[in-house]
Nanobody, 128 residues
Framework: QVQLIESGGGLVQAGGSLRLSCAASGRTFSWYAMGWFRQAPGKEREFVAAISWSGSSTHYVDSVKGRFTIVRDAAKNTVDLQMNSLKPEDTAVYYC?????????????????????WGQGTQVTVSS
């Protein structure tokens, strides 16, 4: 069993930065790939970023490449999403997720159904 709690959301002006953090409980955290997804009002939930269980590989949606960075700290059981150069279109509820993904296939990291555990979400609002 893995429980996930997100924090770090808030209101920021366009061009600003936020750092989201996801704290995981459960002794098997280190074996889970971690992902961040987001859902804007009236839109489908979409993949944002993911990191493999080992931390050796990362994946990003094209719209955030070069602006967002996902990192995990196995000792602290956390996975963070550093978001720079934020745009109004980044406004959404951001969700942390954990899944047992052991292949290197990007499609598995980007598919929400591959993740078993989800946090409650944290709101990110970027004003223009």
């Amino acid at each position: 069993q893995v429980q996930l709690i997100e924090s770090g959301g808030g209101l920021v002006q366009a061009g600003g930065s936020l750092r989201l953090s996801c704290a995981a409980s459960g002794r098997t955290f280190s074996w889970y790939a971690m992902g961040w997804f987001r859902q804007a009002p009236g839109k489908e939930r979409e993949f944002v970023a993911a990191i493999s269980w080992s931390g050796s590989s990362t994946h990003y949606v094209d719209s955030v490449k070069g602006r967002f960075t996902i990192v995990r700290d196995a000792a602290k059981n956390t996975v963070d999403l550093q978001m720079n150069s934020l745009k109004p279109e980044d406004t959404a509820v951001y969700y942390c997720a954990a899944g047992q993904i052991f292949s290197g296939a990007r499609i598995e990291f980007t598919t929400s159904s591959m993740y078993e555990y989800w946090g409650q979400g944290t709101q990110v609002t970027v004003s223009s």
